[in-house]
């Protein structure tokens, strides 16, 4: 969304990829921009709402598979940019800014000592909080509001699908990213998290509950937990 003379419109299309850093946003034809700067609002992919001053981070997240963020855009992936006027070669108009994200996002690396020869994989992780963590936020650009406009809720449950495989525990902490990264979007701030990782293990259901966590989820990162 574009403020456009104290209006919002929405782009037309965009090429939006999950391994891209950069993304073009076309608007309809006959669009006229010429200031010199414009406010720019993000509000995810596929947005629920259809309002540029709104955001909905859900409440149940599917990840398709592990260290795959994908799902971050009909989440509640969120953000904000003053996108300014450049000129190229072939002297056209474009507008080019860095998005500044608003959400917070959560990582889990679960990992198991003495696995011997059993399968085991994290099925889902429910993540309970102290305050809201997804809801229906106001939008602008100084970012979500501090609280729900509506349906509110402390919870969020990250679904990972078919189960992905939990490693066996190594000092190299960076090898579980692939095998188990698992990612959450949540509303920013200072939470006090209940966390309970459920599995399955050669078809025996378990879970394990972490209770008191304390952070500080900063918006704009990717806090490990």
Known sequence: WVNYNGNYIASVS???????KRADFTFAEGTSFTADNYELLYTGESSVSSKATEVVI?????????NNTKHFGVS????????NKRTSND???YYTGNVRHRAGYLCFL???????TSTVKL?????TSNKSLAGTYGFSSTGLS???TANASNKITLTCKDGFAVPAHSNDFSSYVSKVGSY???APGQHTFKLELFFDKDGVKTSVVSDGISINVRENTVTDV
Request: glycine share 4%; charged share 10%.
């Open 91 to 93: 002297n056209l108009t």
């Open 123 to 127: 099925e889902k992780i429910v993540i």
């Open 14 to 20: 965009n090429n939006l990829s999950t391994n891209a």
């Open 184 to 186: 959450a979007v949540v």
């Open 76 to 83: 509640g992936d969120c953000g904000t940019a003053t996108v």
């Open 110 to 116: 679960p990992n198991m000592t003495n696995l011997n």
């Open 146 to 148: 501090s609280t729900p």
């Open 58 to 66: 859900k409440a149940e997240q599917t990840q398709a598979a592990p």
